[in-house]
T-cell receptor, first 115, second 111 residues
């Protein structure tokens, strides 16, 4: 398994500001992902965080709005930029030990409210 | 990306078996069927996965139709702790590693 922590666990922010969410894993992993879960909805993949290179974004998500860093094999950050109330969601980090592994491990999520 | 269809919600009595269905009629030969569940206020957790044959683990069983166009997650004795949203996901092992979550089934377990 993998133990994943996210910081902050929750935050309330003003529109127009930015928030950086941290994801820390207890051991090295190959794959790291960021998801968004809007209230009462399923999970949507934002991007795959690639170590040492630019993240791979899914359709509808752009780097200017959701810049992602992954400096090493245990840590990644997601920034939600220029926030609006529509960005109010739970943001989850997940990891997979290897590319062909069968299981993703999810963090507890960061609950973001934008006023 | 192949899609999955699940009922929005199901109910079960405690200590009875639960069969959670999933339709995936556009599944390709390289798609594995994965199941995750999300307990309240938590991130999803892995339940089980399979390709063609039925699979069993300590949490559940996965029954896959012979044509692979549908599958069923079986909880043998539901407990109150099994109340969660269950997601059926197809993962293509020949392509980019990503999950496309559907709407899932919210399971309510009645005491």
């Amino acid at each position: 398994s993998a133990v994943i922590s996210q910081k902050p666990s929750r935050d309330i922010c003003q529109r127009g500001t930015s928030l950086t969410i941290q994801c820390q894993v207890d051991s090295q992993v190959t794959m790291m992902f960021w998801y968004r879960q809007q209230p009462g909805q399923s999970l949507t993949l934002i991007a795959t965080a690639n170590q040492g290179s630019e993240a791979t974004y899914e359709s509808g998500f752009v780097i200017d709005k959701f810049p992602i860093s992954r400096p090493n094999l245990t840590f990644s950050t997601l920034t939600v930029s220029n926030m609006s109330p529509e960005d109010s969601s739970i943001y989850l980090c997940s990891v997979a030990r290897e590319m062909w592994g069968s299981e993703q491990f999810f963090g507890p999520g960061t609950r973001l409210t934008v006023l | 990306d192949a899609k999955t269809t699940q009922p929005n919600s199901m109910e079960s009595n405690e200590e009875e078996p639960v069969h959670l269905p999933c339709n995936h009629s556009t599944i390709s030969g390289t798609d594995y069927i994965h199941w995750y569940r999300q307990l309240p206020s938590q991130g999803p957790e892995y339940v089980i996965h399979g390709l063609t044959s039925n699979v069993n683990n300590r949490m559940a069983s996965l029954a896959i139709a012979e044509d692979r166009k549908s599958s069923t997650l079986i909880l043998h004795r539901a407990t109150l702790r099994d109340a969660a949203v269950y997601y059926c996901i197809l993962r293509d092992y020949s392509g980019t590693y990503k999950y496309i979550f559907g709407t899932g089934t919210r399971l309510k377990v009645l005491a």
